[in-house]
Every structure is written in structure tokens, then in C-alpha cells.
């Protein structure tokens, strides 16, 4: 059996409402899934990966979007605003998160605003740092263009940094007709990516295909390293995840998937 739409059933009924009644609420899956934007996603299996799925492949990609979407199914922008992506401070302490004012992945907003015109020089160190500099209104604007918020994580797993949307992005955007990154503001490539499924499903494909040992390991039902190299925590992959795909895998066998 492969899966080759979201329109399959498990148990004889549709697979989410075979999820939100008979999975839903026990061990490690709290919440329900949106049915309507789970088909949308699964109706495309060939941007996300092939023309069809195993189900064990199926339910590695089904539970790192649970995940990562917290059961929404729609690819999202990161939050936190400007200076949550400029520093590497939570809360006020310091240390507890990645700057994404950092090259060479991303171009360092100093010199972006500089070759801008937005910023005199002086101000240029200030603005490559990571700690938040106090900015007019315009400055405000003009940094929210800057790589460091607008290569921030997007999609169904938060693909981040101005190197990777040129590589992986850009291709993407080209075939659907759009414009570049680098062509297009922050609020324009958040649209495109957040309403254009062939886009952010082929994000999660270009990903997916730098890990093929890790991938190839899931249809062995070896969840690990597909957590891992998600997350970057082997913790999350040996752990939660693995006992989400097990379990989930288990009862699609029973239940039987048609």
C-alpha cells in the first residue's frame, strides 16, 4: 500500500477523522489536526516528495509537521518580530537563542542598511551586532527587510537563513512564476511561500534530499535521525518522535489503510 493523495482512509473512514477520534488524547498526541489543510498538503505528495508514499515515509513526514505546526498543517512564518530575530536574548537572558544576524548564511543588516542608504556609517557596527539598536520608524521598516527577519524560518519546517532561500527558495519561486528572494519584499515572499503549496511543500523536499541515509532509514521504521536532523536534538528524535511514528505506524497497521 502507498499513498498517493489525502484522500485515504484508515479504518474505513478518512484518515484525519480517523486520527482526531482514535489517536488524539493519548500518549504524546494532544491535539487534532486540521482535515481540510491536511488533504492539501497530501494532495501533493510530488512536491513533498514522490508521486507516491510508503506509509512509513508517510508517517515521518506526517509527524514532523504535527510538530512543527502544532497540528495546523500550514506552513508559517516564524514570530517573535524584528529584534526577537536580531538578538540572542529571551526574556532578557541573554545566550537562549540564535541570532540570525550572523553571516555568512545571512548578509549582516549594518551593511545592508549602509549600501541602502538607510544608516550613516557610524552606525554600521551597531546594526552588524545582535543587540537590538534603537531605530526611527523608517529605520524600523528598512530593517524588517534586512536578511536577518526576512530569511527567518518558513513552511511546514522553518527554513531559515538567505544562503539556503537562494538555493533551495529561489528554484522553487522561479517554476511557480514568482519573483526571486531578493526580488521581492519580506511581505511578499511571506505570501508566496505561505499560499503557494508547490513552494513550501518543494522547501521541505530540497531539505529532505541533503539527509537521504536519514530518510531512507524511516521505511526500515528507524524514526531517529529523521528527528534529529529536523530538530537538531537526538533527544527529540529518539524520544518523542520515535514513540509518535511507532505508535502512529502501529495503528494504521491494524487499523488498516486503504
Not at 502507498?2 to 480517523?18: C, E, L, M, N, Q
Not at 508517510?58 to 504535527?66: D, N
Not at 527577519?149 to 538567505?162: C, D, M, N, V
Not at 534530499?209 to 533527544?235: E, T
Amino acid at each position: 500500500m502507498s499513498i498517493t493523495d489525502g484522500s485515504f482512509t484508515v479504518g474505513g473512514i478518512p484518515f484525519a477523522d480517523w486520527f482526531n477520534t482514535q489517536i488524539v488524547g493519548r500518549t504524546d498526541f494532544a491535539f487534532p489536526i486540521d482535515g481540510d489543510q491536511f488533504k492539501i498538503v497530501f494532495d501533493h505528495v510530488s512536491d513533498l516528495w514522490a508521486p507516491d508514499l510508503s506509509i512509513e515515509q508517510f508517517v515521518a513526514f506526517f509527524c514532523i509537521f504535527l510538530n512543527e505546526t502544532g497540528g495546523s498543517f500550514r506552513p508559517i512564518a516564524e514570530m517573535g518580530g524584528p529584534k526577537y530575530c536580531f538578538e540572542t536574548s529571551v526574556g532578557g537572558v541573554p545566550g537562549r537563542k540564535l541570532s540570525y544576524n550572523e553571516g555568512p548564511l545571512n548578509r549582516l543588516a549594518g551593511d545592508q542598511l549602509v549600501e541602502r542608504g538607510i544608516i550613516e556609517e557610524s552606525l554600521r557596527a551597531a546594526w552588524n551586532g545582535k543587540v537590538w539598536p534603537s531605530a526611527s520608524a523608517d529605520v524600523y521598516a528598512a530593517a524588517r527587510e534586512c536578511d536577518f527577519f526576512k530569511f527567518r524560518g518558513h513552511g511546514l519546517i522553518q527554513t531559515t537563513w538567505w544562503k539556503n532561500y537562494v538555493a533551495q527558495v529561489d528554484p522553487l519561486l522561479a517554476a511557480a512564476g514568482l519573483p526571486s528572494c531578493d526580488e521581492m519584499t519580506t511581505e511578499q515572499l511571506d505570501q508566496a511561500i505561505l499560499s503557494t503549496p508547490s513552494v513550501y511543500l518543494g522547501m521541505v523536499k530540497a531539505f529532505f534530499q541533503k539527509m537521504p541515509l536519514a530518510f531512507a532509514a524511516v521505511d526500515q521504521r528507524n524514526w531517529a535521525p529523521v528527528g534529529m536532523h529536523v530538530s537538531g536534538s537526538s533527544i527529540y528524535g529518539k524520544g518523542i518522535y520515535t514513540r509518535r511514528c511507532s505508535l502512529l505506524f502501529a495503528e494504521m497497521q491494524k487499523a488498516g489503510v486503504a
